[in-house]
C-alpha cells in the first residue's frame, strides 16, 4: 500500500512538472493582460464589449465580443512557435490565425477557414492588437468578403 501511494505521488509530480512547463510566450503573457472588461466606440459602427478570461489552467484566453446584438467568441493559446487563435465568427465560419510580434504589437493572420463557402464569402483574415497601456488597447480586425478587405478599429478602453 505505502509503494502505491509512493508511485501515485511520484506519478503526480512528474504530471504537475509538464503542467508547469507547458507552452508559452511573452506574445501569450501579453495577450493574458486583457482579462477583465473592456468597451469601444467604433464610429459609423456603434457600441461593442469585450470580456477576456482565463481557462484551462491559464493556457486559453477566451475573448467574448458583443457588438449589434451579435456575440462572437475568439480563443487563443499558445503554441511551441507563439499563438494561434480560433475566431467563432457571427458570419458561421471559423478562422484560425497565428501570430507575429510581440512586446507592444502583436499580428494574427489566416492559414485557414473552417465552414467557409466560397474564398470571397465573408470571414475575418487578422486582427493587430497594439497596447498603448494597461487600460487601453487597439484590436483592428481584417474583414474580408466580396474580393475586398477592410480595416475595423475597435479602440477600446478597460471597463472599471
Known amino acids: 500500500m505505502t509503494r502505491r501511494i509512493t508511485m501515485i505521488l511520484v506519478a503526480l509530480t ?3 512538472l509538464s ?3 507547458a507552452a508559452t510566450s511573452p506574445a501569450f503573457q501579453k495577450m493574458k493582460t486583457l482579462v477583465g472588461d473592456w468597451k469601444a466606440d467604433i464610429p459609423g459602427m456603434g457600441a461593442a464589449t469585450a470580456k477576456y478570461s482565463l481557462h484551462s489552467d491559464g493556457t486559453a484566453l477566451v475573448e467574448e ?3 449589434h446584438g451579435d456575440n462572437m467568441v475568439t480563443v487563443y493559446y499558445p ?3 507563439g499563438i494561434a487563435m ?3 465568427c457571427s458570419s458561421h465560419n471559423q478562422p484560425h490565425m497565428i501570430a507575429s510580434g510581440g512586446a507592444d504589437k502583436i499580428s494574427f493572420a489566416e492559414v485557414s477557414v473552417d465552414n467557409l463557402p466560397s474564398k470571397d464569402a465573408e470571414h475575418m483574415k487578422g486582427v493587430d492588437f497594439t497596447f498603448n497601456d494597461a487600460d487601453h488597447f487597439t484590436a483592428t480586425w481584417m474583414h474580408s468578403g466580396g474580393g475586398k478587405d477592410m480595416a475595423v478599429p475597435f479602440n477600446f478602453a478597460r471597463v472599471k
Open 65 to 67: 465580443l458583443s457588438m
Open 79 to 81: 503554441t511551441a512557435d
Open 14 to 16: 512528474f504530471a504537475s
Open 86 to 88: 480560433t475566431h467563432y
Open 19 to 21: 503542467v508547469a512547463n
